[in-house]
Structure formats: C-alpha cells, structure tokens
C-alpha cells in the first residue's frame, strides 16, 4: 500500500475559486473584504508567511492591509495598532503574526482583538463560542487549521463520523482546539488529545483511524507505529540541521509511513495551504456578516 495524496495545494485552490466568486458579489453589493496582519520584528519565517497571505488576498480580490513594528516595539505601541485596525471599516479581519517579542504580553494583545475581526478563529471569545456550540452554523470563524484538516478530507471524500481521531500536540493552533473542530455534529469524530505528558502514546497510534501530528518533533511518528489504512496529517514543523550543515525543515511524520497510510497530507503541501485559505474564507464571513447587517440596518432606517 502507499498512501494517497491529500493534495492541500490543489484543494486550496479550488476554495480560492469558489471564494472569488463571494468577492465579486461583495463587491456588486459595495463590500471589499480586507486582511489586515501586523508584523512585529523581522523574523525570517514570519515575514515570508506574512508575504504569502498577501499573495493569496491579491489572488481572491481580498485587499491587503500591512502594518509593521520593529522588534523594540512596546506593548502600548503594539496596542495602538490593533485598535486602529478594530476601528478600520477597511478591515474585516486580521491577524497579529506570532510569536511577539518576549517583553509583550501575548494574551492581552489577542484579547485586544475586535472578535468579529479575528481572522484566526482564536480570540477567547470565539473559542468560547465554538465550546458552547455543537452543532449547526456559527456566527463566528473557525480556527483556520483545524477547519483546513477537516475540509481538506472532506474535499476528497474521506469521511470522519465515527473514526478515533488522535491529535498529537496541545498548541494553541491546533491541538486544543482540533478537539471542539472535529466532535462538531457535521464531523462526529472521536477525539483523543495526546501531549508530552501522554504514557500510552504507541498505543493510541496503534488503534487510531485517523492521526494529525502537530507536536513539532521531526519524525516522530514511525511506520510501525500505526496500523494499515491510516489517514495521517502532518502538520509539526521542525528545522533540523543535517551533518552536511544544512538546515532543513521536517515534519512529525516518519516518511515512510506513507507504505502503511491509506491517505496521507505531506509537509509541506498538506495541511499549510488550507491553514492559509481558511483565513481568507474567515476574513470573506466577516464581511459577508457585516453586509447582512448593514443590509438590515437598511431596511429598519427605509421602514
């Protein structure tokens, strides 16, 4: 057996397609989407995701809003720019790239978010909503990668309902998160959440239908570790020095696992394009919401 590919590229450019098309309605109506990130220091990586988001905007009609600080940059100044973007009809959501400097406080300047502008899906206010809501549609977005696994199986007809999902790593991103995501009653997985302090690790892979590894530990999950017809995510991101010097970046997920996978989502390739369209899909409700109510607001002022 060698697993099928679970194709993140090819399936995120189909969502981009379907989300031009709710763009240009947006725009018939005198509605633009806008994306607005803010980018703290000159780390290499941010940037470059950063960049890459923008890229994805000016490929749907989605307008780009780029704010930048240095690195020296306090937390008030921080704050004075995510209360400009709050406040910007412009801008229908946006993100603050993380990781911040270590002199801010990284939980006060996300709960500084305006919630219906969270382009993340990670405010406070919107997990709470997700924890509180187990079926049926929500007036709030998603956390991007959690709905980007689930959409990416969902687009090539691998079904969830009933299968042992194991989620390894408790990131704020991903791992806490995956759990409320996927026990929804539209996907009706179970869910295991396993982390450093797990003891039964191996045995959970063994019995697992469906892994997503987002632990952030090069090749963690060994092929003899999971069992035949496994639907593997690899989600971690690792660099790694080799003994030629050079570094390279590496997922959780042993390759050769994909000899016992029936499906498998490659690093990269897999899950990091639809964590990337699913924030354009956010930032395209947040806008499609405010129509709806500037339309009713319309009518209440026209009676």
Partial sequence: MTAKVLDGKATAAAIKEELRGRVAALA???????????????????????????????????ESIQRELPADATEEQILDVVRELNEDPACTGYIVQLPLPKHVDTQKVLEAIDP????????????????????????SPLPCTP????????????????KHVLVIGRGVTIGRPAGL??????????????????????????????????????????????????????????????EDGKSRVLGDVDPAVKEKAAWMAPNPGGV????????????????????????????RVGA
Avoid: F
Avoid at 219 to 227: E, R, S
């Fill in 28 to 62: 018939e109506r005198g509605h633009t989407p806008g994306l607005g990130t803010l980018l703290v220091g000159e780390d290499a990586g941010s940037q470059k995701y950063v960049a890459g988001k923008h890229r994805d905007c000016a490929e749907v009609g989605i």
């Fill in 116 to 139: 219906d502008k969270d382009a993340d899906g990670l405010h406070p206010m919107n997990l709470g909503r997700l924890v509180a809501s187990v079926g049926g549609e929500l007036d």
């Fill in 147 to 162: 709905a980007g696994c689930v959409e990416l199986l969902r687009h090539h007809g691998v079904e969830l309902a009933g």
């Fill in 181 to 242: 995501v996927l026990t929804r009653r539209e996907v009706n997985a179970t869910v295991t959440l396993a982390h450093t302090g797990t003891t039964n690790l191996d045995e959970l892979l063994a019995s697992a239908d469906v892994v997503i590894a987002a632990a952030g530990s090069a090749h963690m999950v060994k092929p003899d570790q999971v069992k035949e017809g496994v639907i593997v995510l690899d989600v971690g991101v690792s660099r790694v020095t080799g």
């Fill in 272 to 299: 990091g394009p639809m964590t990337r369209v699913m924030l354009l899909a956010n930032v395209v409700e947040a806008a499609e919401r405010a129509a709806e109510d500037d339309g009713r607001a319309g009518e």
